[in-house]
C-alpha cells in the first residue's frame, strides 16, 4: 500500500505534467497563428521551395509559392484559415501537376471545372486565384459532406467549408460549393447542362478511392472534354462489376484488381482503359506519397 506521501508526490507530478502540456499547446496555437517567419501557410512554403513535385512543375512552382504567402499575410490571424504546415504541404504537393495541365488548357480553351470529391478544397482554391477569369468559366466543387453555412461539426468525415468560403473574398472566380452525391442521376444531367452551356467541361479528381474514380471516369466519357484523376484506394474483393459509361464495353472487377500481383498499378492501367478520348499518364515525385499513389491519369477528347 503506498503512503500518503507517494500519493501526494504522484498528484503532484500529474498536475505538472498538466500544466506543462496546456502551455505547450497554447504556445504551439501561438505560434501557427503568428505573423512571423516559420508559422503556418509561410512554412508551408518554405517547405514546398523543396518539394520534388513542385520542382517538376516549373510553371506554376513559382505563383503557388507567391500565393501562398500572399495568403499567409492576409489569414494568420483568421480563425476561418487552415493554417497547418503540414496539411498545405501535402495537399500542394498532389495539386500540383493538376494545376500545371488545368491552367494550361485554360490558356488554350476556356472551360468550366468540376472538382470531384473536393474535400478540403486545395486544388479549386489554388485554381480560383491562378487562373484567368475569361479563362475559367465556372468552379464546381462537388463534394456531398459540405456542411451548411450554420451548420456545426457534429460527426466525422464532414467538411466546414469556412476555409473555403474565406478563399472566396479574394478569389479571381467564385468557389461554387456543390453539395451532392456524385452518383445521383441529377449530377450526371447538371454535367451534361454545364457542357453544352460552357462548351466545354474538365473533370479533377484528386486521390479518389474505388469507385468514386470509376464515377468520375463515367461523368467525363458521357460530357467532359478533359479528365485529370489520380487514383486512390482500389475496390474491395466481392464488389460488382463497374460496366456503366465506360470506355467501348470496358468492365472493371474487384476481384480482378485484388488478384493482380500489384493491385494499385493494375487499378490504375484499368481506369486509364476505361477513359474515352487520348489518354497518358505521369509519375510524379512526391516528399509524402507512396509510390503506388503518384500516377496521374489524364485523358482529353
Known sequence: MRSSGSVVALVVFAVTASILRLRLAVSSAFALRSSEG???????????????????????RPRVLE???????????????????????????????PLEWVL????QRPAAVVDV????????????????PDSLHQLLLLDDRFLPTSAVVRRRGV???????????????????WQANAFDRAVADRCANLAGQHGRLVFVGIHLCDFLALRTVELFNRAGHELILAPCCVPGKGNSVWRSGLADGFQICGDDIQSAPFPQSRWTR?????M???????RVPMSHSLRPKNMFLRSLK
Not at 270 to 274: D, F, G, I, K, V
Request: overall charge neutral; proline content about 5%.
Open 67 to 97: 500565393l501562398l504567402e500572399r495568403w499567409h499575410n492576409l489569414w494568420w490571424n483568421d480563425t476561418r484559415a487552415m493554417l497547418v504546415p503540414q496539411r498545405w504541404y501535402k495537399e500542394v504537393e498532389e495539386c500540383a501537376q
Open 276 to 282: 474515352e478520348g487520348s489518354r497518358s499518364r505521369v
Open 117 to 132: 470529391g473536393a474535400g478540403k478544397g486545395i486544388f479549386s482554391m489554388l485554381l480560383s486565384h491562378l487562373a484567368p
Open 38 to 60: 516559420m508559422a503556418g501557410l509561410r512554412r508551408a512554403a518554405a517547405l514546398l521551395e523543396e518539394s520534388p513535385a513542385l520542382r517538376s512543375c516549373p510553371t506554376v
Open 159 to 177: 467538411i466546414d467549408a469556412k476555409s473555403l468560403r474565406l478563399a472566396n473574398e479574394t478569389s479571381l472566380v467564385p468557389l461554387e460549393l
Open 270 to 274: 484499368s481506369l486509364l482503359q476505361a
Open 104 to 107: 494550361s488548357s485554360l490558356d
